[in-house]
């Protein structure tokens, strides 16, 4: 067996409060679903409340969902990717179907979707490539006694009321300094947009897409595709 000497990981099951002086948690197998994608973000943000800030999820959901429209959506998965590339750890797993109880394989491939989709999902892991000496230095940091790596928002503003709100609870901060507002739910298909309300705490920074400085304290209402 080869000995290595360098820094490493341990991706370990749950085992309870207290282990995560060893292995990265891991939040089992989570379902592909809109409601299991909505609460990861909220899950990971506040277990850095315990101090178990290191989580692993299986991005896309590793068990199927109730139906093959929903195990089958490449926007849930491309929203899954999206939100995990703001995540400590960003690992794609799922299970690939069981055809004898008439459900297809799936795929975790992003060349395998549309281009439509399969765009945005290189984006955001070319986007994940491009973080990582932020993620890295930012453990480094956590291991020296600093807050986790995702903590939620009312760490930073402590005295905003609107920072413990529920309907905010899937805002989550990367660091000190990236706030980040994943877009968890589905799109309207008739007009092809998603609604998404986001609430900016009083601060002056600068959004990544589009590149614009921002002063305000306000709540924000967009449309993607």
């Known amino acids: 067996m080869e000995r290595r000497t360098g820094r490493g990981s341990n991706l370990a099951w749950f085992s309870g409060l207290g282990s995560q002086r060893y292995p990265l948690g891991h939040s089992g197998d989570v379902e592909e679903t809109w409601a299991?994608?909505?609460?990861?973000p909220y899950f990971t943000a506040t277990a850095a409340n315990v101090n178990m800030g290191w989580?692993?999820?299986?991005?896309?959901?590793?068990?199927?969902?109730?139906?093959d429209d929903v195990s089958k959506d490449p926007e849930l998965y491309l929203r899954w990717l999206q939100w995990s590339?703001?995540?400590p750890t960003m690992r794609s797993h799922?299970?690939?179907g069981k055809r004898r109880f008439g459900r297809g394989p799936r795929?975790?491939?992003y060349w395998d979707f549309d281009s439509v989709f399969a765009q945005p999902m290189r984006a955001a892991l070319r986007l994940r490539s491009r973080l990582?000496?932020?993620i890295y230095t930012l453990g480094l940091r956590t291991h020296l006694g600093e807050p986790s790596v995702v903590r939620p928002l009312y760490y930073h503003w402590p005295k905003e009321r609107l920072a413990y709100e529920p309907a905010y609870q899937t805002q989550v901060m990367l660091g000190a300094q990236l706030l980040v507002a994943p877009v968890v739910t589905k799109r309207d298909l008739a007009t092809n947009l998603t609604n998404h309300t986001v609430y900016i705490p009083p601060s002056q920074g600068m959004q990544l897409q589009p590149r614009q400085q921002q002063q305000q304290q306000q709540q924000a209402v967009s449309a993607s595709t």
């Open 85 to 87: 590339v703001f995540a």
């Open 36 to 40: 299991s994608l909505q609460f990861a």
């Open 107 to 109: 795929t975790q491939f």
């Open 94 to 96: 799922m299970q690939k």
């Open 132 to 134: 990582v000496p932020i």
């Open 55 to 67: 989580w692993d999820h299986d991005v896309g959901g590793h068990r199927q969902g109730p139906s």
